[in-house]
């Protein structure tokens, strides 16, 4: 449309192909750019009144599919045949192409993720909250936490201790000499999660507490099921653990990124330590864990899609995409030992 901003985005209409053009060197032309693809994944509704159509190609309607705000809101057509759909997928996947040739995608903004909000902070934060509620009820005498995101990201609450009713409050650092959690508390336990307590000389923490908090973790570590044996030995009977571990998302070296885990895996580490899953979730969907990749903050998501962060693992979403699983666990009264069945 000759009358709009070709500085916001040029489309080849009637034409599967839809190329980026204007000042991409511009961050905000960029950044319109990007969020229009986000809502165009998505299938969002709305505009600020000035749109640029996209139309569809031969065998298709002579009406626009696409619609386009510069304020980088999308609409796409309602109805739309089996050609029209597949041609509205391929203008997705062009215009992430031509994002990412360009070197738009994915979104490289300093700090944007701590001002848009993280996204796997969204449903862990949901899984917290929801394990706190599970436990309402349930004296916690001693809880201990991992946490190596406290005051990084804007949407975190952490310590999630908080959450829970918790008498006496530890946090866990790596290692006594290069510590990866701040001093929360007056009880800080210095430890590692690759060797036992006895070979660490902690023996005297077996068992104490009733509540252990270790949430994306485990794939930094060299040996899960060990890590996952030292939590067990940190419970104390009847005691639970809230943990979660990451599947779609981008390495995070810290130092070094090993491992992730199918919600299905999760459950098989905890279980070969000695654990009962009590719950198992999943965090985000497809969508979530294509928008991670592309590094969208949380504020560039719908309402209707938050409410997909969280949800009970089972039925599609033990086979499709997610970007973390958590579990909440219990160590059983009876030694696993001497457990059968």
């Known amino acids: 449309k000759p ?25 905000g032309y960029c950044f319109g750019i990007w969020i229009s ?20 190609g031969t065998g298709v309607r002579d009406g626009p599919l696409w619609s386009l705000g510069k304020d980088g809101s999308a609409k796409l057509e309602a109805d739309l045949s089996e050609a ?7 203008t997705a996947v062009n215009m992430l192409a031509a994002l990412y040739e360009r070197e738009l995608l994915p979104f490289k903004t300093k700090n944007y993720a701590r001002t848009k909000g993280v996204l796997d902070r969204v449903p862990l934060e949901q899984f917290m ?18 946490g190596p995101y406290f005051k990084r990201w804007p949407n975190v609450t952490q310590p999630y201790t908080r959450l829970f009713n918790c008498k006496n409050k530890w946090t866990f ?31 005297g923490v ?16 060299v040996d899960p099921h060990m890590s996952a044996r030292v939590l067990y030995e940190l419970v104390k009977p009847g005691g639970y653990l ?7 998302q981008t390495i995070m070296p810290y130092p070094t990124d090993y491992f992730r885990f199918t919600a299905e895996g999760s459950e098989l580490v905890l279980k070969s330590a000695g654990f009962q899953v009590v719950k198992s979730y999943v965090g985000g969907d497809d969508f979530w ?53």
């Open 173 to 203: 650092t790596h290692s006594t000499t290069s510590p990866r959690a701040s001093t929360w508390f007056g009880n800080t336990l210095h430890g590692e999660l690759d060797s036992s307590l006895d070979e660490q000389g902690l023996d």
């Open 84 to 90: 029209e759909a597949e041609l509205a997928r391929k």
């Open 242 to 248: 809230v943990f979660s571990t990451p599947f779609m």
């Open 206 to 221: 077996k068992g104490k507490f009733d509540l252990v908090i270790i949430p994306q973790t485990l794939q930094y570590v």
């Open 3 to 27: 009358e709009l901003d070709r500085q916001v985005l040029a489309v080849q209409s009637r034409n599967t192909m839809h190329t980026v053009s204007g000042k991409p060197a511009l961050l």
């Open 129 to 146: 909250r929801v394990s706190s509620r599970h436990l309402a009820g349930v004296e916690l005498e001693n809880c201990l936490e991992w």
């Open 289 to 341: 864990s294509m928008c991670w990749i592309m590094h969208c903050g949380v504020s560039d998501l719908s309402p209707a899609m938050l409410n997909r962060a969280l949800m009970e693992r089972g039925g599609e979403y033990s086979r499709n995409s997610y970007m973390l699983s958590a579990q909440l666990a219990r160590r059983p009264e009876l030694p696993f030992a001497n457990r059968t069945g």
């Open 37 to 56: 693809v986000v809502h165009l994944l998505a299938h969002l509704h709305g505009s600020d009144g000035s749109l640029l159509s996209v139309f569809g």
